[in-house]
Each structure stands twice: as C-alpha cells, then as structure tokens.
C-alpha cells in the first residue's frame, strides 16, 4: 500500500497586503534581482557599493540599496539629435 504524499508546510511569510512593499530582500534574492552570483555581490558590498544590514545572522539588503546601485550604473540614453548634433554646422 503506498502513503499518501503529506501536503506541503505552509510558509512562515506571508503575502504582503495590497499597497504594500518589501524593504529588506535576502542576499539571494538580490543576486537574482541584479542578474549576478554571491561572490560578486560579497566583492560590491567589500567596496561598499552596496550596503547591507544584518538581522540576527540573516544579511538583508534594502531595496533602496539595489534601485540606488542600478541607477548609478546608468547611462542617459542618447537620442538621433543628440547623436547628430555635432555633424551639424
């Protein structure tokens, strides 16, 4: 006879209320987040790039830290006129 497969735990968190927004993300959520792996997301916290709290021992990364890094790393987008610009006389 075969056991019936136990239904899975519910999680510890819970989904936000409508409005609301997470302020802390984990360390894997943020590489997800940024498109990168722990060992380079540890070197840009190093360089202090991005900051870090901890939270017991859980290092949590506040979202602004994220939307701040990503934003200093873009450029303003060049338009035809802008590119053209210097062609005309």
Request: charged share 25%.
């Amino acid at each position: 006879m075969r056991r019936k497969s136990t239904p899975p735990l519910p999680s510890r968190r819970q989904d936000l209320p409508a409005g609301l927004q997470k302020r802390l993300v984990s360390v894997e959520q943020s590489c997800f987040i940024l498109g990168i792996g722990r060992t380079n997301f540890y070197s840009l916290v190093a360089a202090k790039k991005i900051g870090v709290v901890k939270v017991g021992r859980r290092t949590l990364v506040p979202v602004e830290q994220l939307d701040q890094f990503v934003a200093a790393l873009t450029r303003p987008a060049t338009t035809m006129n802008d590119a053209t610009a210097g062609d005309a006389r």
